[in-house]
């Protein structure tokens, strides 16, 4: 029994690893992607620069990760908000979301759950707030853009980290139980 319950903490220990590191790449992977016309639009011009200061072209902007909108927002939150301080709030929430994201993997890595629930849920409920703003704003999904794998992934990743914690804790205390006995 003292076997099996080493290998279930082991598979455990890799499953959480994967979707902690999953949750953290999410950051970095299309957050919105551009719908079928105004993506075929976008790569026919695919060279045109849209903002020279980013070094950002059209063919950039099919496919935008949460480190992208923040970089459009930080740079051109004066134009797009009339405040150029409205900018760094977008920095900030993806930061946190990839730094908690971070902070998960670094506890998968020592095996520790509750740290790693506790930075879950912080970077879930980052994402949640990021993601209301940016439906109330209506900029995903809009006629433009509709989420992208980076938003799909990291739902699914941060809930299976957040059972995969808890069936850590499970397993480690048959652990100790085992061996008491």
Do not use: H
């Not at 959480?16 to 970095?28: E, K, P, R």
């Not at 011009?45 to 980013?54: H, Q, T």
């Not at 459009?72 to 730094?99: D, L, P, Q, R, T």
């Not at 995969?164 to 804790?169: D, R």
């Amino acid at each position: 029994m003292k076997t099996d319950n080493r290998k279930k903490l082991t598979i455990c220990f890799v499953a959480l690893l994967a979707v902690t590191v999953l949750m953290t790449l999410s950051v970095l992977l299309p957050y919105g992607s551009a719908e079928k016309e105004y993506r075929e639009s976008l790569l026919d011009n695919a060279d045109y620069v849209i903002d020279k200061d980013l070094n950002l072209t059209a063919g950039d902007m099919v496919d935008i990760s949460m480190v992208t909108y923040a970089r459009v927002y930080s740079s051109a939150s004066s134009k797009i908000f009339g405040n150029a301080g409205i900018g760094i709030i977008y920095v900030i929430f993806v930061a946190a979301i990839g730094g908690f994201s971070l902070l998960c993997v670094l506890f998968a890595l020592l095996k520790k759950p509750i740290p790693i629930i506790i930075f879950d849920i912080l970077s879930f409920a980052a994402f949640m707030i990021q993601r209301w703003d940016y439906v109330d704003r209506r900029v995903i999904p809009s006629s433009k853009y509709d989420w992208g794998i980076g938003y799909y992934l990291f739902i699914v990743a941060a809930i299976l980290a957040f059972a995969l914690s808890i069936v850590m804790i499970i397993i480690k205390k048959k652990i100790k139980n085992e061996k008491t006995d």
